[in-house]
């Protein structure tokens, strides 16, 4: 059963997310916040297994609670729900620790998905804004190059370049023509080499430092 604790200020919008994941059979709501402050406090509490938060709240917003659950043991994943209106919350709530990006007006499979690949840690970025967010990210926070990128396989690439197409590990072992526990140690060992903690954060990676195109 995966765990999770939902934070929302808007009363319409975390009913509906804890009604809507309560329905699920292997999702367990296990708490809801109406800010950063009370996400941390029942987090703590309850240690999730996952978090699914807005961005925008009062007092202390996602971004905030994000930096602090990561200091939690065990670390819940957590999914930042907001509107996309280009707003720097998005690349801090990234930088910040999220796995994951969810629009509040997508389809409602769609945060059940987000739920169930963050547990598994293979983050989820809604498509409607992939392809914009990550280019303008990789475009706005400039990072040196580390010198590991040039010690990744050709195997490791292609498997990065499924990570851009958003493809789990599932499909990139059915792509690939290998075990999906293959396809696991192939994906820790890319976030290993270029420094980062999250599938999401190494498809900018791969995008900025150009080991990646849309062509891909």
Do not use: C
Request: charged share 25%; glycine share 8%.
């Amino acid at each position: 059963m995966i765990r999770v604790i939902v934070a929302d200020d808007q009363d319409a919008a975390r009913d509906g997310l804890r009604l809507l994941l309560s329905g699920e059979p292997d999702i367990e709501v296990i708490g809801a916040a109406v800010d950063g402050t009370e996400l941390l406090a029942l987090a703590r509490l309850r240690r999730p297994d996952v978090v699914l938060t807005d961005i925008r709240m009062p007092g202390m917003d996602g971004i905030g609670a994000i930096k602090r659950l990561r200091e939690l043991e065990p670390e819940p994943a957590v999914v930042a729900v907001t509107t996309f209106d280009l707003d720097e919350y998005l690349f801090g709530a990234l930088q910040a620790g999220a796995v994951g990006f969810v629009l509040k007006d997508s389809a409602p499979e769609l945060f059940v998905d987000a739920v169930r690949l963050a547990h598994r840690g293979q983050g989820l970025i809604d498509p409607q804004v992939t392809r914009r967010l990550v280019t303008r990210f990789a475009r706005t926070s400039p990072r040196p190059a580390p010198p590991e990128l040039a010690s990744l396989t050709p195997r490791e690439t292609e498997v990065l370049r499924g990570l851009a197409r958003g493809s789990t590990n599932a499909e990139l072992a059915e792509e690939l023509g290998i075990a999906a526990g293959t396809a696991k140690v192939h994906v820790e060992r890319i976030l290993a080499k270029l420094g980062v903690a999250t599938r999401v954060q190494a498809v900018i990676q791969a995008h900025k430092f150009g080991l990646v195109t849309w062509d891909d």
